[in-house]
């Protein structure tokens, strides 16, 4: 499965990226996360589903000086594959 995540709140300069790439290495999905300019983080991730389960449990935590005030999930198609987690710029 793959999803298009936007996360609103405190998010920008508190590492949510580097913490985001964190986890998702660490369940294995695949897929990249970057800053947007309106203060939002955007997150596009592919994998098991019940993996992506875990990934956005600890994402509505965030690291420990972040703020998530709202989440919203879009379920996207699969069109060329993904074969790692990176941060873009």
Known sequence: MRLNIFVEGLVQGVGF????????????LRGWVRNLPDGRVEILVEGDDEVLGYFIRDILKGPPAAR??????IKEVQDEPIYTFDIRY
Not at 18 to 23: F, G, L, N, S, V
Not at 68 to 73: G, Y
């Open 17 to 28: 990226r580097a913490y985001t790439k964190r986890i998702a290495d660490s369940y294995g």
């Open 68 to 73: 998530v005030e709202r989440v919203e999930i």
